[in-house]
Nanobody
């Protein structure tokens, strides 16, 4: 089992920044890719960004140039630096870990609210 705990969400004005953190514990040796997903009310959960254990990252088009995903393998933590936030970024952000044999683990989510 892998446990994921997110933090760093909150209320921010449009144009502002937030940094999300996701700390992993448990069978972390089995984790390869970690990522951030988000789900806004009435919408499907979508990938925001992910990063492999080797540091290769991918981003959804709408956040490229504004968000940066990073990973500290020594601390078993993945971060999402979010800059130039706009109201369309408001959602519950979830951390996801992909472990051996494709097993997926999710955090409980952290809310991001962007005021215009």
């Amino acid at each position: 089992q892998v446990q994921l705990v997110e933090s760093g969400g909150g209320l921010v004005q449009a144009g502002g920044s937030l940094r999300l953190s996701c700390a992993a514990s448990g069978m972390i040796f089995s984790v390869n890719t970690m990522g951030w997903y988000r789900q806004a009310p009435g919408k499907q959960r979508e990938l925001v960004a992910d990063i492999t254990i080797g540091g290769t990252s991918t981003y959804t088009d709408s956040v490229k140039g504004r968000f940066t995903i990073s990973r500290d393998n020594a601390k078993n933590t993945v971060y999402l630096q979010m800059n130039s936030l706009n109201p369309e970024d408001a959602a519950v952000y979830y951390c996801r870990a992909t472990a051996a044999r494709g097993r997926l683990y999710w955090g409980q989510g952290t809310q991001v609210i962007v005021s215009s």
